[in-house]
């Protein structure tokens, strides 16, 4: 908790009764302010998904504005063909994750399909273990239904900041047909905004568009006066979010390769260097090069040798004392062929 509290959540206020407006250090934490401010002055905003502490370092180094630990993870982590079979258990193992490796950008974790549906109550708890449990500054759900705008209206009144989420919901495939995009039709289309403008009302701070036209998505956010972060919505959102792993090019797996949306680009092929890297560690181990003398560096001395070997020899393990002292004779003239002549100028 010490370490959730050295990151200065970006939902305390920044001008307080015990002292007056800090400046912000480029290493402190974003705020939902700074990114109110940058919407003002129409700098697009960045966020990328990400689910442990690696990549959360990586998103850190880079200046990424906001993190979202999606529930995506059901897919991209464990394998599933849809985000529904992630709990709220497995959800803060990854918030907890990130938050430990991401100490700049604003944190947002995923409300876990089941969690928040059934009541105000219901929803409002899950969020509070979000961030006292996960160590994220903010929450994002999915929807617009009148449960789950009821659900975003008590998340913000119990103090809790929320990021909506309108267009493809894949929560909903089950409503929706599958992953199918939204907003193609004119009842659809006037549906997105609706439930954007909506969401805004009941006081979201953000909302994600997914997977709509792009005229959609520049109606929405020219209609409403919070930021809109787009998935495959086109350029005219406030901002842009992608899955680490997606936008790094990093799985090549079939089931993968299935799951991978149309509109993301791939920035890097970090899936080939880590295909290249596992053949080469495979084929040095089974060729006996790996590991080598440089990658060896725990040594013996020759007089704990002979005692070890006499040790083994009285224990009855006459081949295991073979060995250590083999191996040992290998180690010493493997160093004298790579260690510098120096007898003689």
Do not use: W
Request: charged share 20%.
């Amino acid at each position: 908790m010490l370490r959730f509290a050295r990151r200065l959540l970006s939902n305390m206020p920044e001008s307080t009764v015990y002292g007056g407006p800090k400046p912000q250090a480029s290493e402190q934490r974003v705020t939902i302010n700074q990114l109110r401010q940058k919407y003002r002055r129409g700098d697009p905003i960045t966020m990328v998904t990400a689910y442990d502490y690696p990549s959360a370092v990586h998103i850190d180094l880079a200046g990424i504005d906001v993190c979202l630990v999606g529930d995506s993870a059901a897919m991209v982590v464990h394998g599933h063909d849809t985000t529904l079979p992630i709990s709220l258990d497995e959800m803060l193992v990854h918030c907890r994750a990130v938050a430990r490796g991401a100490s700049r950008p604003l944190l947002i974790g995923d409300l876990p399909f089941g969690y928040y549906e059934s009541s105000s109550s219901q929803a409002v708890s899950t969020a509070v273990r979000v961030l006292k449990e996960g160590g994220m500054d903010a929450i994002k759900l999915e929807g617009g239904a009148p449960s789950r705008i009821s659900a975003a209206k008590a998340i913000v009144e119990a103090g809790i900041a929320v990021m909506g989420h309108v267009g493809l919901t894949p929560q909903a495939i089950s409503v929706l047909g599958g992953f199918r995009p939204q907003g193609k039709t004119v009842s659809s289309a006037v549906k997105v905004v609706e439930t954007a403008l909506a969401l805004q009302e009941v006081g979201c701070f953000a909302v994600v568009m997914e997977c709509v036209p792009a005229p959609v998505a520049a109606a929405a956010t020219s209609a409403l006066q919070i930021p809109t972060i787009g998935i495959g919505a086109g350029p005219y959102c406030s901002g842009q979010v992608l899955v680490y792993h997606d936008l790094l090019g990093m799985l090549q797996h079939p089931h993968h390769a299935k799951v991978t949306p149309k509109f993301c680009k791939q920035y890097g092929h970090v899936g080939d260097v880590i295909n290249k890297a596992l053949s080469e560690f495979k084929q040095e181990v089974g060729n006996r090069v790996f590991p080598g003398p440089s990658h060896t560096p725990y040594k013996i001395a020759a007089d704990d040798i002979d005692g070890f070997a006499k040790e083994l020899g009285k224990l009855g393990l006459e081949e295991a004392a073979s060995a250590a002292t083999a191996a040992a004779a290998a180690d010493m003239e493997t160093v004298g062929k790579t260690s510098p002549d120096t007898s003689s100028a």
